[in-house]
């Protein structure tokens, strides 16, 4: 999860005033963090990057079909491309501000209540069910098979990540001044391959029901200034549940070192990025 420290040691629950397993600490954590976004609902929309066309083409080449699901929607970032690549398109969003500036951006849509672990569909109704940004906040011992009820047959599973490439120097430096809390592990391509290789598989128990798991990566890149780009920034889990007065001194830091670097000091510039993606078949 991004931005904290998931160590396998004992916490305290001191509302309940029992000890939490690591594992469900970790649980808790993923709950608060994914759960944070419906306050930054408008920002999100306004700053978030779309999604590589070549990506989503590539998580969907092999799908049986055109009826596409799109898991954890969020404002509909992921959602918009499917439509203009011209999918029959689902959107399945629990948090009802994010749900609200999905529905408002893409009138036309199906955008449904519901999560990763209790989805409104029917039995194999889709194709393919994809995720933007959105799939390692499942959780995958109950929506793996929940995933697994709603595809068809040979149908395809594919999470999607937009990455800073930190392979440029600026963003490198940019990712060690603003820390895990907003560029983690997850968020950039060196660890992005680590980090997700087995996220579509329940972690204890029961059967897999995917394979042929594939990886790729898509040049990518968004229009940003300094101040946007820091908007950007303010939008993930980490900052958001950080108390304000350090998510204000973090997104200083980040607006002084944006001014003081050439690339990024005059105005407009491209954030370099990739979409990366994990691809997988049910069995």
């Known amino acids: 999860m991004t931005g ?20 469900e600490s970790m649980q808790a954590e993923r709950r608060l963090h994914g759960s944070s976004f419906g306050r930054a609902a408008v ?9 590589a066309p070549d990506a989503v083409r590539w998580a969907l080449e ?22 203009a690549l011209g999918h029959d398109v689902a959107a399945v969003e629990p948090d009802r501000a994010m749900l609200a500036e999905l529905r408002a951006s893409l009138p036309a849509v199906r955008a449904l209540p519901g999560s990763a672990e209790a989805i409104p569909l029917p039995d194999g109704s889709v194709d393919a069910v994809v995720s933007g940004n959105a799939m390692h ?13 709603v595809l068809a047959p040979g149908g395809v599973l594919a999470g999607l990540w937009n990455v800073f490439d930190d392979r440029v120097d600026w963003v490198a430096g940019l990712a060690r001044v603003t820390g895990p809390a907003a560029i983690g592990p997850r ?7 680590t980090e997700t290789a087995r996220m579509h598989l329940p972690t204890s128990g029961g059967d897999a029901r995917f394979d042929s798991v594939e990886q790729a990566e898509f040049p990518h890149g968004q229009r940003r200034t300094a101040d946007s780009l820091v908007a950007t920034l303010a939008t993930k889990a980490g900052v958001l549940v950080m108390p304000e007065q350090r998510r204000e001194s973090l997104m200083g830091e980040t607006r002084a070192y944006l001014a003081g670097r050439p690339e990024t000091g005059g105005g407009e510039f491209t954030l370099p990025m990739l979409t990366s993606v994990l691809r997988a078949r049910r069995i």
């Open 4 to 23: 904290t420290d998931h160590s396998t040691e004992h916490h305290q629950d001191h509302t309940h005033g029992s000890a939490l397993t690591g594992q």
């Open 43 to 51: 920002a999100y929309a306004e700053h978030r990057p779309d999604y």
């Open 62 to 83: 092999t799908a049986p079909g055109p009826r596409v699901l799109d898991l954890g929607a969020g404002t509909g970032k992921l959602t918009a491309t499917l439509i």
């Open 137 to 149: 906040w499942f959780d995958m011992d109950v929506a793996g098979p929940e995933i697994a009820r």
């Open 187 to 193: 968020d950039v391509p060196g660890s992005w391959r």
